[in-house]
């Protein structure tokens, strides 16, 4: 592969944009096709493809809604409406939001670890393809990815988990970028 310095400059910046900074259109129907190709292009220790990819788009953001503010009015009988709002906006006001759900299978020598870092590549593949066909994305996961009921009402298969929920937009704004850890701190050089 030919040197890059377009793709170099983009990883060396790539931001998140956050969810209420992601505003229409959202990717049209071609487009949304090329994420998901990119999305599904992702190192797959023995081709087992374990992870699943669910849309929530339109009024389904807001059926996703409903359905968050219910759970979460069961479980907190006490929660006051500003909180039952806020679930009911979770997926708003990003104009799509695609679910990453790991589906890993049984298999003699690919540990289903591994099976679930290849989902988490997904999630992140997605938001790199986001970012190529110009939009922003943001790669959250929230409470209802680790409550099976809720994951379940948002289309997960028992024994599957949502890696994660990756809102996708136009950027309505630039982060500033955040700090990051330091090389020296992640690196080091092996001896024996
Ligand atoms: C697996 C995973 C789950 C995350 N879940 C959340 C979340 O629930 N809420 C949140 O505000 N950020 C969450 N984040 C972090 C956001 O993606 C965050 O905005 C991002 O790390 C910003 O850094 P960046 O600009 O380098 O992408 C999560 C990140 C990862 C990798």
């Given at each position: 592969m030919p040197a890059n310095p377009e793709l170099r400059d983009y990883l060396l910046t790539r931001r998140s944009?956050?969810?209420?900074?992601?505003?229409?259109?959202?990717p049209n129907e071609d487009e949304l096709k090329q994420l998901f190709t990119i999305a599904n292009r992702v190192p797959d220790h023995g081709k087992l493809a374990p992870w699943r990819m669910i849309v929530y788009a339109g009024d389904a953001r807001l059926q996703v809604?409903?359905?968050l503010a219910r759970k979460f009015k069961a479980d907190y009988p006490d929660a006051t409406a500003e909180q039952l709002e806020a679930e009911r906006q979770q997926f708003l006001p990003a104009p799509l939001?695609?679910?990453?759900?790991s589906s890993p299978v049984d298999h003699f020598k690919i540990p289903q670890f591994e099976q679930l870092l290849a989902a988490g590549n997904v999630a992140f593949n997605l938001a790199h393809g986001a970012n190529a066909l110009g939009f922003g994305?943001?790669?959250?996961?929230?409470?209802?990815?680790?409550?099976?009921e809720a994951a379940a009402a948002l289309g997960a298969r028992p024994g599957?988990?949502?890696?994660?929920?990756?809102?996708i937009?136009?950027?309505?704004?630039?982060?500033?970028?955040r700090e990051r850890p330091s090389i020296d701190d992640i690196v080091s050089i092996w001896q024996s």
């Open positions: 944009v956050t969810k209420p900074f992601l505003a229409e259109p959202g809604g409903e359905i939001t695609v679910g990453v759900l994305a943001h790669w959250v996961t929230r409470w209802f990815a680790y409550d099976d599957e988990r949502f890696v994660g929920f990756v809102h937009g136009t950027p309505e704004t630039r982060l500033e970028d």
